[in-house]
């Protein structure tokens, strides 16, 4: 059967994709036929990628976004990148990130490891006339009491992601991103028995009524990452079940 979407010979970066979010992403990359390269930050992160999909396998990196180093030897190995996906990220829960440094730390992997790959990939991506993709978050357009800097940091991707497509559009590239809502992983699959009330809440808020799957995220990253989107750049994508509109 014909792919609906056909990436065969593209060449995909899904940094943080070894799980969640970034796995769900590299899956649909994958299965419309690219090559896809995913990056962890940790043995165990990298350890627990390295197997088959349905569609064939990862190339599996190890990759610090905060180390220029580590992004150079990385690209080092990368010959070809027609989509880049700035996934990588992390959160320190229970208040920390209002210490200076803790905050500094989340804007550093968050924001800055986006724009340092995406320059650092920019030569690849003008060659083959490539597209960028920075996940966001809902946490881009609320505030948030508990992680200030995860919030900060992806509020800060939605003016990131604009800003390249205006600076990158006369050399073929778009960049756009994907604003995710609530998604079923790993990270929050807890939640439902740490925290039933908040998380019934959370359903009731929601239109659709149930919490989004990785693979729905990576469903509007091919298209975003794909010719059918040749015409869309600097646009922030909100897939969240209609949490925001409520």
């Known amino acids: 059967m014909a792919r609906a979407i056909d990436l065969s010979g593209k060449s995909a970066v ?7 979010i970034g796995y769900g992403i590299a899956l649909a990359l994958q299965e419309a036929g690219a090559e896809v390269a995913v990056t962890g930050r940790s043995s165990e992160t990298i350890k627990a990628c390295e197997h088959s999909t349905p569609y064939g396998e990862f190339a599996v990196h190890r990759l610090d976004v905060t180390n220029d180093l580590s992004i150079e030897e990385f690209l080092s190995q990368i010959p070809r990148i027609d989509i880049l996906v ?12 209002y210490q200076p440094d803790q905050f500094a730390q989340v804007i550093n992997t968050n924001l800055i490891g986006a724009m340092r790959m ?33 919030a900060a940091s ?4 939605v003016n990131l992601t604009k800003s390249l497509a205006i600076g990158w559009a ?4 778009r960049v756009n991103a994907i604003a995710p809502g609530w998604i079923e992983t790993k990270l929050t699959a807890s939640l439902s028995e740490s925290q039933p009330e908040r998380y019934q809440t959370i359903i009731e808020r929601t239109p659709m009524k149930r919490w989004g799957r990785p693979q729905e995220i990576g469903d509007a990253a091919l298209f ?6 040749s015409f869309i750049t ?8 209609g949490y925001a509109a409520a």
């Not at 700035?86 to 990130?97: D, F, L, M, P, Y």
């Not at 920019?122 to 881009?140: C, D, E, R």
């Open 86 to 97: 700035n996934n990588a990220g992390t959160i320190v829960r229970q208040g920390k990130e």
């Open 14 to 20: 899904v940094t943080g994709g070894a799980s969640g």
């Open 170 to 173: 006369a050399q073929g590239l």
């Open 118 to 150: 995406s320059h650092a990939c920019l030569g690849k991506l003008v060659i083959a006339k490539g597209a960028i993709l920075n996940i966001a978050s809902m946490f881009s357009f609320y505030g948030s009491l508990a992680t200030p800097a995860y």
């Open 224 to 229: 975003l990452c794909s010719p059918a989107a």
């Open 234 to 241: 600097g646009h922030t994508l909100i897939v969240d079940g």
């Open 154 to 157: 992806k509020a800060g991707l």
